[in-house]
């Protein structure tokens, strides 16, 4: 089984920083292409930002120049480094990796973790 942990969400004011954490755990071979989603209340799930086993990056529009995506291999853990803050980024935020595990490859996502941003 391989499961997904997210941290670092929270209230912040507009135009501040977070940091969002997803480390994988379990029987992992491999993890492939990383991702961050977020779904606002009444608004569907949307990709935020990728990241692929090789280093390759792209970002919704919304966020580009102010959101960083990156990961660590060798802990197995993504990040989503959050700046310039804005209402519109409030949301649940969900981390979702390709794994290939003992037996099959298949996408994992986390538990989510809230993101407040007050104006």
């Known amino acids: 089984q391989v499961q997904l942990v997210e941290s670092g969400g929270g209230l912040v004011q507009a135009g501040g920083s977070l940091r969002l954490s997803c480390a994988a755990s379990?029987?992992?071979?491999?993890?492939?292409?990383m991702a961050w989603y977020r779904q606002a209340p009444g608004k569907q799930r949307e990709l935020v930002a990728g990241i692929t086993s090789g280093g390759s990056t792209n970002y919704v529009d919304s966020v580009k120049g102010r959101f960083t995506i990156s990961r660590d291999n060798a802990k197995n853990t993504m990040y989503l480094q959050m700046n310039s803050l804005r209402s519109e980024d409030t949301a649940v935020y969900y981390c979702?990796?390709?794994?290939?595990?003992?037996?099959?490859?298949?996408?994992?996502w986390g538990q989510g973790t809230q993101v407040t941003v007050s104006s």
């Open positions: 379990g029987s992992i071979l491999r993890i492939y292409d």
């Open positions: 979702k990796m390709v794994v290939l595990g003992t037996i099959w490859k298949n996408d994992y």
